[in-house]
């Protein structure tokens, strides 16, 4: 099983119907709005980091608030 955080800039306002989006993904275990470098940060599980990668930029990148994402594989 392959993980990752994704943290997530949106537009103003949007924090909350972009979470509630990212919930619906059966890949993304949580989200949370949080404060510092980010507004989201989603925890993300799949069978290998191509999978994560394809989610991320196929699906979750394109959800309508969604301005800039940066992701962070887990290692260990």
């Known amino acids: 099983m ?3 955080y994704l943290k ?3 537009e103003a306002g ?5 979470r509630d989006a990212l919930l ?5 275990k ?3 709005l949080t404060t510092g ?3 989201i940060l989603a ?14 930029i196929d699906r979750l990148r394109t959800l309508k608030g969604i301005k800039s994402t940066v992701t962070d594989l887990v290692l260990e």
């Open 43 to 56: 925890s993300i599980e799949a069978d290998s980091y191509e999978d994560i990668l394809q989610v991320v």
């Open 2 to 4: 392959a993980k990752a």
């Open 24 to 28: 619906r993904f059966d890949e993304v």
């Open 14 to 18: 949007k924090e909350r119907s972009v």
């Open 37 to 39: 470098g980010q507004d």
């Open 8 to 10: 997530i800039k949106v």
């Open 30 to 32: 949580g989200a949370d």
